[in-house]
């Protein structure tokens, strides 16, 4: 079966360092990825989408890579701040408006 | 621009009733996507309507109907409520033809007891 699998611990991290976030999914060939960040109570918010043909994209602070060797997605969050606190989903798609989510990563960033 | 819009916010019902969840899609766009996020989980996808009609469809039973309006607005109904079905329900709107990104709604939060 497909599974889609991210840290499931918290990930606490000092302001001004680079937070980075792991995704890894099996028996699936995406089409492309994308990286939600969801707060307390709130609907995800869309952050950056990668497609299988693209190996990296950036987007001010953040840096997302797409190895579909590996069957994995790094996120990285540089220079994090507190205002980075959130969880952050991983999101695949084969096919058009239908995303699978992993379980999403919390992540703490303290001054 | 008025972003996704879900209504009710919260919603308290009890084993075996039926319940109706609403959605207004982002301006400009056609395409609604409804998913079920139970506490600690991603989201999971329910169903897609587009053009009023029902185009994928994840692993849900048919207690989970829906319906597309003509203006774009979505019905997501549940029957025969179970305690299992408490979760928030996410709305995400999109444009047709395009497998890119999706505006999600607030999301309502359902309780079943």
């Known amino acids: 079966s497909q599974k889609i699998e991210q840290n499931s611990e918290a990930l606490n991290i000092q302001e001004g360092k680079t937070a980075t976030l792991t995704c890894n999914y099996t028996?699936?060939?995406?089409?492309?990825l994308q990286w939600y960040r969801q707060d307390p109570g709130r609907g995800p918010v869309f952050l950056l989408l990668?497609?299988?043909?693209?190996k990296e994209k950036r987007k001010e602070r953040l840096k997302v890579t797409f190895d579909t060797t590996l069957k994995q997605s790094l996120f990285h969050i540089t220079a994090s701040q507190p205002a980075d606190s959130a969880t952050y989903l991983c999101?695949?798609?084969?096919?058009?408006?239908?995303?699978?989510f992993g379980a999403g990563t919390q992540v703490v960033v303290t001054p | 621009d008025a972003g996704v819009t879900q209504s009710p916010t919260h919603l308290i019902k009890t084993r075996g009733q039926q319940v109706t969840l609403r959605c207004s899609p982002k301006?400009?766009?056609?395409?609604v996507s409804w998913y079920q996020q139970a506490l600690g989980q991603g989201p999971q996808f329910i169903f897609q309507?587009?053009?009023?009609?029902?185009?994928q469809r994840g692993n849900f039973p048919d207690r989970f109907s829906g319906h597309q309006f003509p203006n774009y607005s979505s019905e997501l109904n549940v029957n025969a409520l179970l305690l299992g079905d408490s979760a928030l329900y996410l709305c995400?709107?999109?444009?047709?033809?395009?497998?890119?990104?999706?505006?999600f709604g607030p999301g309502t939060r359902l309780t079943v007891l």
């Open positions: 995400a709107s999109g444009v047709g033809g395009l497998a890119d990104t999706q505006y």
């Open positions: 028996n699936y060939s995406p089409a492309y």
């Open positions: 990668i497609r299988e043909n693209e």
């Open positions: 999101a695949l798609s084969q096919s058009w408006g239908k995303l699978q």
């Open positions: 301006s400009g766009h056609d395409t």
């Open positions: 309507y587009y053009e009023e009609e029902e185009r």
